[in-house]
């Protein structure tokens, strides 16, 4: 098949809207960066005024407005003739581009599963909200009309609903798994002694961390309400994302601070430390890449099976698989499995060891030759001429 050779240096666009510190996919876009430059090709970025300079050092930045999903769809589309690149990775639904990362998975999918949780006012409100009919269109562009020359998912389970809900080609989709630096969630028994005693947590006492912000896609409520059916005196609840608490608040009557609401934390690594047992009863994930962080920390890590990320483990082997996330005593059953201090201690290595077949050098590794694929492709005899 034609494609740039791994030598020849190349110009990649990236394009994705909006900022936030403590973002999956803004730490996952600046690691790809990193290692594309490092192996010699030029990297640039489409965003908006969101995006902080200093926290892209990897090549220009062009910026534009993104007041709404289609609204920046817009303006990127009116900026391509200016967009000088062999090839375009939009890690957000535009109209159109040669490879799309589909990051945050479907959502048409994610308000499939999410009608499920919702009470019949909430489903119509839900569906006169512009929002979501914006993303609706422009993934029916990308999936649906072929406005994605090709699509990486991060797991099975999205590929899979691109190719069921939009008739997508197969086989121009790729399933790349996400990859972080493995080194800097290594467990360091220093560094765990001394955030917990940050987070003033008693030598006894059981941290069951829960991470991620979008608090009701990720089951924050469940995890709570599992937490509180648990009963278990020494076990503390560790919330680390931005939400709204007040919705969030245990209806148990405790004489003890239960759950602590961190914010947003930028260097979950010390957390990690801290913790004794990762939680993401998630209603949609198409991968998490908390879950694998946790995994990498040598958490067990508790999650759905409407995670992608739980194609990659096996049940009380590195934690456990719940079947459906508002399954409750299932969750506080799995909590209760994890909090026997042997198992948990006999899972560290285990679990250190699992992940460490996701680095993130493997996974620039096999998305940058699938970049270089594309851009040779659109080079090609009767593909059509690049910008």
Known sequence: MPGLADTEKSKIAFVRRGYSPSGGAEAYLKRLAHGIVDRGHETQLVTTDEWPTSEWSFGPITRVRGESPIGFAGEVEKLRPQIR???????????????????????????DRRRKFEMPLQRFVRGLNRKHQEILKLEESLFGKGGAGRVIAN???VR???????????????????????????FDSSLREKSRLELKLKPDEIALLFAGSGWERKGLRFAIEAFELCRESKLR???????????????????????????????LAPIYAAADIFILPTI?????NACLEALASGLPVITTRDNGFSEIIHDEVHGSII???????????????????????????????????????????TTLKILLQSAGDSMSPGSMIKT
């Open 85 to 111: 690149c062999d090839v375009l990775l939009s890690l957000e639904r535009i109209w159109r581009c040669d490879v799309y990362r589909a990051g945050d998975g479907v959502h048409r999918a994610w308000l």
């Open 155 to 157: 797991s099975e389970m």
């Open 160 to 186: 899979r609903e691109i190719s069921d809900l939009y008739r997508y080609p197969a086989k121009k989709i790729d399933v790349v798994r996400n990859g972080i630096p493995l080194e800097r969630f290594r």
């Open 237 to 267: 609840l560790l919330v680390a994302g931005r939400g709204d608490e007040r919705g969030y608040r245990p209806k148990r009557f405790f004489t003890h601070e239960p759950v602590r609401f961190l914010g947003e934390v930028s260097d």
């Open 284 to 288: 949609y994930d198409p991968f998490s």
């Open 323 to 365: 079947d459906a996330p508002n399954n409750v005593r299932a969750l506080s059953e799995a909590i209760r499995f994890w909090s026997d201090q042997s198992r948990r201690n006999a899972v560290r290595s285990t679990n250190a060891h699992h992940a460490s077949q996701f680095n993130i050098a493997e996974n620039v590794e």
